[in-house]
C-alpha cells in the first residue's frame, strides 16, 4: 500500500523534520526552565516546525505539563493520537458518502488504513514514553523516535492519494487540510520527543 514518496510540501516534511531536529534540539533541551509551565511550552514549542500550533494544541495541558520535558512530549502525543482518532472517523463518514467517484472512496479508505497505522504507531508511542527507565531509555526512546516518524510517513502517504487530478476539488481540500493538521502535529511530537531525548541524555 506504500506508494512513492512524492516531493511536493507533504514529501519534505520528514526532511524538514530532521533538519530542524538537527538545528535546534541539542540547544533547547537545555535551556533554563521557565518558571511557570505556559512559558515553558512557548519556549519548549519555539523549537517546533510548527511553533503557533504546538503552543495552542498544548495549552489546555499546562497545568499537566508543569516544565516537564517528557510530560510535554507525552502530552503532544496524546493531542496528536487524539486528532488522528477524530480524523479517521471522519474519513470512515465521508468514504460512505452519496456522489463519490471510485477514485475518491478508494483514495479514502486507503487513507483510512494508513490513519489506523499511525493510530496504533502513537498509541505505542506513548506507552512506551509513559514506561522510560534509566538502563533501558535509550532504546525505548529510539522506539518512540521510530514510531512517530512512521507515523508522520503514513500520513503523508494518506495525502498524497488525494493528489490525482481525477479528484474532487473540495473533498481534496478538506481531506487534505485534515492530513496536514495531523502531520504538523506529528512533527511537533516528534520534535519534542527528540528534544526530551536531548535533554535526558
Known amino acids: 500500500m506504500a506508494s512513492a514518496f512524492s516531493y511536493n510540501s507533504f514529501g519534505f516534511l520528514l526532511i524538514l523534520v530532521a533538519f530542524s531536529s538537527l538545528i535546534n534540539i541539542s540547544s533547547a533541551g537545555r535551556q533554563i526552565a521557565p518558571k511557570t509551565s505556559i512559558e515553558f511550552i512557548r519556549t519548549s514549542c519555539s523549537s517546533t516546525t ?3 500550533l504546538c503552543y495552542e494544541s498544548l495549552l489546555t495541558q499546562a497545568s499537566m505539563i508543569q516544565t516537564s520535558p517528557q510530560l510535554i512530549a507525552h502530552a503532544a502525543l496524546n493531542v496528536t493520537l487524539s486528532t488522528a482518532k477524530s480524523t479517521s472517523a471522519l474519513m470512515v463518514k465521508l468514504a460512505k458518502s452519496q456522489g463519490l467517484k471510485p477514485t475518491e472512496v478508494g483514495a479514502m479508505q486507503d487513507c483510512v488504513e494508513e490513519l489506523e497505522d499511525t493510530i496504533d504507531e502513537l498509541r505505542k508511542s506513548i506507552s512506551e514514553m509513559g514506561q522510560l527507565k534509566g538502563s533501558n531509555f535509550g532504546l525505548m526512546i529510539n522506539d518512540i523516535q521510530t514510531w512517530v516518524s512512521a507515523a508522520l510517513t503514513d500520513e503523508n502517504t494518506c495525502a498524497d492519494g488525494f493528489g490525482g487530478k481525477n479528484m474532487n476539488g473540495s473533498v481534496k481540500t478538506a481531506v487534505r487540510s485534515k492530513i496536514v493538521t ?5 512533527s511537533n511530537a516528534l520534535a519534542l520527543v527528540n528534544s ?3 535533554f535526558h541524555g
Open 50 to 52: 510548527y511553533p503557533k
Open 196 to 198: 526530551y531525548a536531548s
Open 182 to 186: 495531523i502531520a504538523h502535529l506529528t
